[in-house]
């Protein structure tokens, strides 16, 4: 299975709302990339040491400290975690205290149902529903000098009898209050990522470095949600994590060849949002539209060379949907 370099690359499939990346010497954190413009959110951390080894291909991610664990992302919003071992593997998910002492509502509260476990993440306003596939999972109070401190939730998770643990977590936006259905586990989930990765593959497998490269090209998509109506490459989960409205023609002509109505679509993106006087957004992620700079002058040279790449962009009706908001 190929491998990439967790140093240079960061974990999340197609389609991922979720990215794995390192964070200093020490830990691993799991970030959710909802609504932020040019950065993410970490929802949960994995403490790490120099005795830890991590590893991950397109599909998966392994990581070795006392026994083998590994987690897997969905093309959407869906994590499942496993390991094997007689230990818990522990998972802390945290808030911004500093936010909290101003705003007591900035708090992250958790509950049990049954076997499952519910979390309300105020401050971000999203949900996490952890299911236990296999093993159990449990909830520690965060307690300082004393006194509960709201500012993350201690999740511990522990095998069953044969050793293995398997835990699956969604997260819901606002709105979402039904608990959703867990119809996967971490086969499926790593099966499925193979297969979108290795279809990209097939188009691309000809370029120089092309496992780093498609890699790269196929992590930063994200699923369609919000005002993404499809799916849409961001310029980076490492961190800059919302498509600018220069960026997204430089991700259109390199998908243009071979992509071509993925590529008329990031292209088009900031002109679906245009202003009825002609101003086009800065900025764009799924939940947020930045106006505080505007850069079409490079979309028209963009254009003219993906209508070199292919004659799809040269068609009357890509020409029609891009002439009519540009003139404006």
């Known amino acids: 299975m190929m491998t990439l370099n967790f140093k240079k690359y960061v974990y999340s499939p197609f389609g991922s709302w979720f990215v794995a990346k390192p964070k200093g010497s020490d830990r691993v954190t799991i970030d959710d990339l909802h609504g932020w413009l040019g950065s993410s959110n970490a929802i949960f951390t ?30 959407s919003n869906e994590i499942v975690l496993k ?39 105020y401050k971000n306003a999203k949900y996490l529903y952890l299911y236990p596939i296999r093993g159990e999972i449990t909830l520690d109070t965060h307690i300082v000098d004393g006194k509960v401190v709201p500012d993350r939730v201690d999740v511990h998770v522990s095998p069953d009898k044969n050793g293995v643990y398997e835990v699956a977590i969604l997260s819901t936006l606002p709105g979402d209050y039904k608990i959703p259905k867990v ?13 979108s990765f290795d279809t990209m593959y097939d188009l691309y497998s000809d370029i120089e470095n092309s496992i780093e490269a498609v890699y790269t090209m196929w992590s930063n998509f994200e699923s369609k949600s919000g005002y993404f109506t499809q799916d849409t490459q961001i310029c980076s989960k490492a961190g800059m994590c919302a498509i600018w409205s220069w960026d997204n023609c430089f991700s259109a002509l390199a998908m243009a060849r071979r992509m071509p109505k993925v590529a008329f679509y990031e292209f088009m993106l900031p002109y679906i949002y245009l202003r009825d006087d002609g101003y086009m957004l800065d900025s ?5 539209i930045s106006w505080e700079y505007t850069k079409p002058p490079v979309h028209g040279y963009i254009y003219r060379l993906m209508m070199r790449e292919n004659e799809y962009f040269s068609r009357p009706e890509q020409l029609k949907q891009v002439l009519e908001p540009m003139v404006k």
């Open 46 to 75: 994995v403490e790490s040491d120099d005795t830890s080894t991590i590893e991950f291909s397109p599909y998966s991610l392994t990581y070795r400290k006392i026994g083998e664990h590994k987690m897997v992302f969905s093309n």
């Open 284 to 288: 764009i992620t799924d939940q947020k």
């Open 183 to 195: 119809d996967f586990d971490f086969e499926s989930l790593e099966l499925a990522n193979k297969k």
């Open 83 to 121: 390991g094997n071992g007689t230990n818990s593997f522990h998972y802390v998910l945290k808030a911004d205290m500093d936010r909290f002492n101003s705003n007591p509502y900035d708090a992250v509260f958790a509950t049990t149902i049954s076997n499952n476990i519910l979390i309300n993440d």
